[in-house]
Nanobody, 114 residues
Framework: QVQLVESGGGLVQAGGSLRLSCVASGSRITTMGWYRQAPEKQRELVATITSSGISNYADSVKGRFTISRDNAKATVYLQMNSLKPEDTASYYC??????????WGQGTQVTVSS
């Protein structure tokens, strides 16, 4: 069993920055990532990072967002710069175990005002 606790969301003006954190409890986690869901839209990938540090980003956030991971602290971060109103969404932390089971956090709201 894996539990994920997110923090760091909030309200920011366009062009601003936020940093999301997700602390994982449990073992056998491989890839971790962030997804987001805006009202009336499907949940979409933002970024993922493997246990060895290989990252992957959605085209819409490349060059603006950076995912990082501290394996010793079982924490994944998402540094979000140059935020746009279209980045407004609930952001969810995800963890994938060695047995390919997905776990999700409760979500943290990010609102970017224009």
């Amino acid at each position: 069993q894996v539990q994920l606790v997110e923090s760091g969301g909030g309200l920011v003006q366009a062009g601003g920055s936020l940093r999301l954190s997700c602390v994982a409890s449990g073992s056998r986690i491989t890839t971790m990532g962030w997804y987001r869901q805006a009202p009336e839209k499907q949940r979409e990938l933002v970024a993922t990072i493997t246990s060895s540090g290989i990252s992957n980003y959605a085209d819409s956030v490349k060059g603006r967002f950076t995912i990082s991971r501290d394996n010793a602290k079982a924490t994944v971060y998402l540094q979000m710069n140059s935020l746009k109103p279209e980045d407004t969404a609930s952001y969810y932390c995800n963890a994938l175990t060695w047995t390919s089971v997905d776990f999700w956090g409760q979500g943290t709201q990010v609102t970017v005002s224009s």
